[in-house]
């Protein structure tokens, strides 16, 4: 049965970048998922691309096209004004990861995956790939 993961921009940036130090296993863990669907919120999807945008060309063609084969949640004003709130709670994270973990809840996600071990108990669906 295919599971809904909602992915982190700390995964996705991880598989596109091979000196990155979690790229192994943010590589084999999307290999595991073919057949799970792949969520990413609007915010993560800037959040990855500004690197390739620097580099430009083949870099940027690499993280457009793994990133249209996820689906790209908009950020209102609802996922927005929860976001705060959680952000509020949880001091460490940032806006961008209050709004990931919003948005895994908002679809109901089986996962939601980062190597950012801060994440932690804050979401019951929070794995490190």
């Known amino acids: 049965m295919a599971r809904l993961i909602v992915l982190d921009a700390s995964v996705a940036i991880a598989a596109l970048a091979s000196d990155d130090d979690?790229?192994?296993?943010?590589?084999?863990?999307?290999?595991?998922?073919?057949?799970?669907?792949?969520?990413?919120?609007?915010?993560t999807r800037a959040e990855v691309l500004v690197g390739p945008a620097r580099s430009g060309g083949?870099?940027?063609?690499?993280?457009?096209?793994?990133?249209?084969?996820?689906?790209?949640?908009?950020?209102?004003?609802?996922v927005a004004d929860?976001?705060?709130?959680v952000?509020?709670?949880?001091?460490?994270?940032?806006?961008?990861?209050?709004i990931t973990l919003v948005v895994a809840e908002s679809i109901d996600a089986d996962l939601v995956w980062t190597f950012d071990r801060r994440w932690r108990g804050l979401h019951s669906q929070v794995a490190i790939p």
Do not use: N, Q, W, Y
Request: glycine share 6%.
């Open 58 to 78: 083949e870099a940027l063609a690499a993280a457009r096209d793994f990133l249209d084969g996820c689906e790209t949640i908009p950020v209102g004003a609802g």
């Open 87 to 98: 952000k509020a709670h949880h001091r460490a994270l940032s806006v961008p990861d209050a």
């Open 22 to 43: 979690h790229h192994r296993s943010a590589s084999s863990a999307l290999a595991g998922a073919r057949d799970d669907e792949l969520v990413v919120a609007a915010t």
């Open 82 to 85: 929860a976001a705060a709130v």
